[in-house]
């Protein structure tokens, strides 16, 4: 896979004009069996994102890069991840990632206006892929509810 450009994207997405009412569909990864888009869904922000590999091995973690600005303070973060099926929004995880007085990660406790990069391993508690195509939704937020990162991703799995 290419190396991940993410100074130049995030330059991108910060500077385009704020008109724009849906951002561009970036790719991820894109092999034969596996292709993997996102599109942010933060109305204001587009999002940098990438994967290690393309490969899905079931139970092996995955190393992912992140990068964004931060339009609110995250003293506490959370993640709800859902499938979306028919139109319709069904919850598949959710998890609490940063607390008020125990930070977890790096990027737990940073201020408005910060610049987060995560690079690290997200383990997916999945025997595998399901086969065929579905979307999912991914959003972060912190302790009032405030979108950090919000992400939609179309899936196809062969
Ligand atoms: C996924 O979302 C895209 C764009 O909203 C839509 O065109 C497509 O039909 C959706 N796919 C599924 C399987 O729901």
Same mark, same amino acid.
């Given at each position: %896979? ?23 569909? $970036? ?74 007085? $125990? ?22 508690? %999945? ?32």
């Amino acid at each position: %896979m290419k190396a991940f450009k993410v100074v130049p994207v995030l330059l991108l997405l910060i500077y385009t004009a704020a008109s724009i009412t849906r951002w561009p569909t $970036h790719t991820i990864c894109k092999n034969n069996n596996l292709e993997v888009k996102y599109r942010s869904c933060d109305p204001l922000q587009d999002l940098a994102l990438g994967v290690d590999s393309c490969s899905y091995v079931p139970g092996i973690v995955i190393n992912i890069r992140i990068a964004t600005i931060l339009r609110y303070t995250i003293n506490e973060l959370s993640v709800d991840i859902s499938l979306i099926l028919n139109g319709q929004t069904i919850p598949i995880y959710a998890k609490q990632l940063c607390e008020q007085n $125990h930070p977890e990660f790096q990027f737990c406790g940073k201020k408005k206006g910060e610049y987060i990069y995560y690079e690290g391993p997200v383990s997916l508690n %999945m025997e595998g892929i399901p086969q065929g195509e579905f979307n999912i939704s991914a959003q972060l937020f912190n302790e009032n509810r405030n979108t950090v990162v919000c992400a939609d991703f179309f899936i196809r799995n062969r």
